[in-house]
Each structure stands twice: as structure tokens, then as C-alpha cells.
């Protein structure tokens, strides 16, 4: 088992930056693709971000990419979301994610463990 523990989330004006931390425990991270996925109000869970096990290959969604850099620490066992130029349309609960399979199903949201989630708000 693996669980995940998101920090660093809260309210912010738009244009602001905000980092999100994932502490993992359980198992080492360096198993998994580790990222984040985000829901807003009314909406489906979406994909936002990604990152491999070791050479720090990176994915992100088109809405964010430019202003969100992800990186992990395996050494730690923890993912940042490091979130620039933030707008209202960030807000949502932003949980982290962990697969031990690929990138590619990590985006598709085929994940093995979830973490309850940290909520963003974006003033405008």
C-alpha cells in the first residue's frame, strides 16, 4: 500500500504562484509515475501533470502548460507542483496520483492510488 498526503493549497489572486507538495509512504515513489490531476466544481477530474520514475520526463495539460513545473525528489519520496501565473480557472481540488505503469495511463487516469486531494482557489 501507498499512501499520499497533498500540502501547500489555498487561496490566491489571480496571477499568483502557489507549490503543491505530495509526501508518499508506503513504498519508495521511485516505483511509480507519479502527478496530479485537478476538480473543479461541476466538473470531471482532469489531468494536469506528470512526471516518470527517474529521468524526470515530464507530461502536461495544454491548460497549464508554461505556468506549472512538476519535479519529484525520490530521495524525499515527494512531487512538487510548483503553479505561476495562476487563474480563477485553477480552482479546484487538486489531488496527486501515483501509477506503476506508464505516463500514458497515468494521463488517461488509470492510477493505483490517490491522495484525498488539496483545494486551489484563485481569486480574481
Known amino acids: 500500500q501507498v499512501q499520499l498526503v497533498e500540502s501547500g493549497g489555498g487561496l490566491v489572486q489571480a496571477g499568483g504562484s502557489l507549490s503543491l507538495s505530495c509526501a508518499t509512504s508506503?513504498?519508495?515513489?521511485?516505483?511509480?509515475?507519479m502527478g496530479w490531476f485537478r476538480q473543479a466544481p461541476g466538473k470531471e477530474r482532469e489531468f494536469v501533470a506528470a512526471i516518470s520514475r527517474f529521468v524526470g520526463v515530464t507530461n502536461y495539460a495544454d491548460s497549464v502548460k508554461g505556468r506549472f513545473a512538476i519535479s519529484r525528489d525520490n530521495a524525499k519520496n515527494t512531487v512538487t507542483l510548483r503553479m505561476n501565473s495562476l487563474k480563477p480557472e485553477d480552482t479546484a481540488v487538486y489531488y496527486c496520483a501515483a501509477n506503476a505503469r506508464d505516463i500514458n495511463t497515468f494521463v488517461r487516469g488509470a492510477m493505483d492510488y490517490w491522495g484525498q486531494g488539496t483545494q486551489v482557489t484563485v481569486s480574481s
Open positions: 508506503g513504498r519508495t515513489s521511485s516505483r511509480y509515475i
